[in-house]
């Protein structure tokens, strides 16, 4: 019996008391081989010894002093190594606790802008079809996942949507790339258009869709046409690299590999890879600047922003990625992970496809490879293939992308970036003998 009320209630989950590496150990005696996360997550695995002593040190320092009153260390050089790597101009950096934290800071720094600026009739924010951006209120009111949203649609704010870009259900036999790329784009210039482009504030969406898509690509020059879109009309862009960012595509920005330089950038999950909970905020230099010298300053703040000891965790984290050289290891585990999934899984017949960058991976589902017909979501397929994965001791991330009747069931695989050949052999076996199990259930 436990008073804890998690999200699954009734479901009965084993106690995770330990983690080395890629691995997890639970109090039923279990290993379990952690091939996602939870959801991207985990960057260098669990138990690194530099990030335990970079937390044990700050902490027994001085683990935490409100932001209101002073700065710190770990927290200043945290900003100095995001600002000096990232792809903005003359960034800023905001901290925060998690993804939905900093999207929340995103939509509200670019609503500062506009009205420091003298457009306060930009109020609207554009976001995409199947998107994620976050649990609370304003998160959740620029995300297109209709399942998350539906228990609170009266009390989201209004937000309007185009179609993700999206080649393996949207790009039509006879285009190429390139122009799907554009199509898809020109879709923001026709939603700006029909809002009015003095009304709107921000176009937010996801380098690489991680949450609701599977790991979902854009074609190519798709962001450079978003981008030309958004500097034509006074949009912001604001680039979600919560679950996509922090090396998890091989580079320390997904957006990097896009060649476009955003106006905002969000990023979490492995900033701090799971040591600490941490989020963050860059923003350029140009929306800074018109913020603070319109009111002076950014109403908005949470007690924990920049919280030292989870700065510390975070500049260990990434220290460790730069200076092990991790980006270069993803870049070259990528094609031997998508290889081992295609040997593994192409035999159970209902692989559509393959996808993602670097360690951020996507395996979508269907009843039928030729058609692309999912299967029906009332069979809640990646729900039952996150059990059956469980029952093999792996750990992969489900999405039900039938909900909306669009998509298929989709797992998504993010390995912390230590793995090596042998770990990956072993996800895509185990996964293998999960996805069969399932189809062996409902055939
Ligand atoms: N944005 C994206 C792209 C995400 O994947 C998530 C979390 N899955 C969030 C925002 C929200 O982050 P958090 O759960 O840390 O609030």
């Known amino acids: 019996m436990t008073s804890i009320f998690h999200r699954s209630p009734g ?25 996602s996360g939870g959801a991207a997550v985990s960057a260098l695995g669990h138990g690194h010894p530099r990030v335990i002593e970079a937390i044990r040190e700050q902490a027994s320092k001085m683990a935490f002093a409100h932001t209101a009153f002073f700065t710190n260390e770990p927290s200043e050089q945290l ?39 003298g457009e306060p009739s930009r109020s609207v924010f554009i976001s995409r079809n199947q998107s994620y951006h976050g649990a609370t209120i304003g998160a959740l009111s620029v995300s297109g996942n209709p399942g998350r949203r539906a228990p609170y649609l009266d009390i989201l704010a209004p937000c309007r949507f185009i179609d993700p870009c999206y080649a393996y259900r949207h790009q ?23 809002a009015g482009p003095e009304n709107v504030a921000a176009f937010i969406a996801e380098p690489v869709v991680g949450a609701t898509l599977g790991a979902v690509t854009a074609a190519p020059g798709y962001f450079q046409r978003i981008s030309e879109i958004c500097r034509t009309y006074g949009v912001l862009f604001i680039a979600d690299e919560v679950m996509c960012g922090m090396g998890r595509t091989g580079s320390l920005f997904a957006v990097e590999q896009e060649n ?5 950038i969000t990023m979490a999950k492995g900033l701090g890879g799971g040591y600490q909970p941490i989020g963050a905020v860059l923003a350029s230099g140009e929306v800074y600047d018109a913020i603070v010298s319109g009111p002076g300053y950014f109403e908005h703040g949470h007690t924990y922003i920049g919280h030292a000891t989870a700065c510390a965790a975070a500049l260990a984290v990434q220290r460790t990625i730069e200076e092990e050289s991790l980006l270069e290891h993803i870049l070259e585990l990528h094609p031997v992970l998508v290889d081992l999934l295609h040997q593994a899984l192409g035999p159970t017949g209902m692989i559509g496809e393959i996808r993602g960058r670097g360690l951020l991976i996507g395996v979508e589902l269907v009843r039928d490879t030729a058609t692309k017909t999912p299967f029906p979501p009332e069979m809640k397929l990646a729900a039952a293939i996150k059990k059956a994965a469980m029952a093999q001791d792996l750990i992969v991330y489900p999405n039900s992308g039938c909900v909306d009747g669009r998509s298929g069931d989709h797992i998504l695989i993010a390995p912390p970036y230590i793995a090596e050949r042998s770990d990956l052999e072993q996800v895509a076996s185990r996964l293998a003998r999960a996805i069969s199990t399932v189809l062996a259930e409902v055939a």
């Open 11 to 35: 479901a009965s989950l084993p106690t995770a008391i330990g983690g080395q590496g890629v691995w997890l150990e639970a109090s039923n005696g279990r290993r379990y081989l952690d091939a």
């Open 79 to 117: 900003a100095e190594f995001l600002a000096n790597r990232a792809p903005i101009n003359a960034p800023r950096v905001m901290f925060c606790s998690g993804g939905s934290e900093a999207t929340e800071a995103a939509l509200k720094l670019a609503r500062a802008y506009h009205v420091a600026r």
């Open 172 to 194: 039509y036999a006879d285009e190429t790339p390139e122009a799907y790329g554009r199509r898809a784009a020109d879709k923001l210039e026709a939603e700006i258009l029909a």
């Open 260 to 264: 476009v330089r955003p106006d905002i």
